[in-house]
């Protein structure tokens, strides 16, 4: 018997299994971080563009646009040396500003702050909250050419310069994270929010878009949408990171906000991307810890992962703390309605974003047997249709049901 340790938020959960039954899928591969002297080589040589120094003269405001805690980016790291170039080019602290781009999520706390900046910065430059409903925060820059309306946070259109700072991952329907995801949806109104992650489902078949996928960004038209979206600002400078299970950042693309994180994603989905043989009948799916299980929304991104693996009518087990609960509080409500079927049908009378994530959940809660190793309610996994699961030891150990462990879920694509 061999074990592998499953990560659940900050600790882990062992898994004791048999090789002759599961095969791991994504396993550490481990690559060192990158020094502070490394990412200044990137810094001075961006990719499409001039070097930060050269964008940035004294005098200037700057805005810096950072991810909330539902992401793991190496931000820490990365802004100190940043700040560090700005201030040794003339800016004062005084004229930096960093935002944190929460989109629909919940404000950042003053902890998060300190964790996601350092404490040395946090204490030292101002930093916003984003609300996508307060309406005095938000500007209107146009539409898109689909007619989207595009609301956007003051701040981007206030100071002179914008600068991106962002991790790359796959997102299950907007392709990739990072770059333009900070601002739109991280600095949208809801409006604006919804209605281009509405593009993401097909009313007409009720079910996600074909060209809408994890690791698609050509013909998404979400990712398009997004792309027109921050085009009204035009960032001038944008970092993207690859960073490993413990959050250091092994790579960094930066440049041109549109073709360095194209770069970025490319050379992510090249290492993050697993072809399987076959489909089995049972995946034991790690999100990988905090903070990609910090709540039931992210970790459903694991989820997604997995039912690529596993066989309709297949087991798959989840192991995901979760310890901000649904991500929502309203999340609940969407399971009410009793089928996909159903739920698709009211989103689109009345679209809303964690609407979807409710159908995917519950479409794949129909699919597979979901089996939920985590701190919520056994009551509300229930009501999702989902089962929960005390221990690990449970996972089934018949040799002929032949099985998966992604002991990382959230951070790979599986294909056939």
Not at 15 to 43: C, H, M, P, W
Not at 60 to 65: M, P, T
Not at 322 to 328: S, W
Not at 371 to 388: C, F, G, H, K, Y
């Amino acid at each position: 018997m061999a074990t592998i340790d499953l990560k659940y938020g900050k600790t882990s959960i062992p898994f004791e299994y048999n090789g002759d039954q599961f095969e791991v899928l994504g396993a550490t591969n481990r690559q060192n971080s990158l020094t502070d002297a490394e990412i200044g080589k990137r810094l001075d040589a961006p990719i499409d563009s001039l070097p930060i120094e050269e964008i940035v003269n004294p005098g200037e405001s700057i805005l810096i646009v950072v991810p909330d805690a539902t992401r793991q980016t190496g931000c820490g790291q990365v802004i100190n040396l940043l700040v560090r170039r700005l201030i040794a080019n003339g800016s004062p602290p005084s004229d930096i500003t960093i935002i944190f781009a929460t989109g629909i999520h919940r404000k950042v706390t003053e902890a998060e702050k300190a964790e996601i900046l350092t404490p040395f910065i946090a204490q030292r430059i101002k930093t916003l909250d984003h609300d996508p409903r307060d309406l005095a925060k938000l500007i209107r820059l146009g539409e898109t050419s689909g007619g989207i309306p595009v609301e956007l946070n003051r701040a981007l259109v206030d100071n002179h310069h914008v600068i991106l700072i962002g991790g790359i991952g796959f997102h299950y329907f907007a392709g990739f994270t990072g770059g333009r995801k900070l601002v739109c949806p991280g600095l949208a109104s809801s409006k604006t929010i919804s209605t281009t992650h509405k593009l993401a489902f097909n009313c007409e078949t009720m079910a996600r878009r074909d060209s809408v996928h994890s690791g698609l960004l050509d013909r998404n038209e979400v990712h398009n949408a997004f792309i027109e979206a921050v085009s009204k600002v035009s960032p001038g400078f944008a970092i993207s990171t690859i960073v490993d299970d413990d959050g250091s950042v092994t790579d960094l693309f930066c440049g041109d906000w549109i073709t360095s994180h194209r770069a970025a994603s490319d050379e992510y989905a090249g290492g993050h991307t697993i072809k399987i043989a076959g489909k089995r009948d049972l995946v034991v799916v790690s999100s990988g810890g905090f903070p990609h299980d910090i709540n039931l929304i992210q970790a459903h991104k694991a989820l997604d992962a997995a039912s690529y693996a596993c066989n309709d009518g297949g087991t798959i087990v989840l192991v995901a703390e979760c310890p901000d609960g649904m991500g929502r509080n309203d999340f609940l409500k969407w399971f009410e309605t009793g089928t996909s079927q159903k739920l698709a049908e009211k989103l689109c009378e009345k679209y809303q974003v964690n609407g979807q994530t409710a159908w995917s959940l519950l479409q794949k809660a129909e699919r597979f047997d979901i089996q939920v190793i985590s701190s919520l309610d056994s009551n509300d996994l229930i009501t999702m249709r989902l089962r929960p699961l005390n221990e690990i030891s449970r996972v089934s150990t018949d040799r002929s049901k032949r099985g998966y462990i992604l002991p990382n879920g959230a951070k790979f694509m599986i294909q056939r």
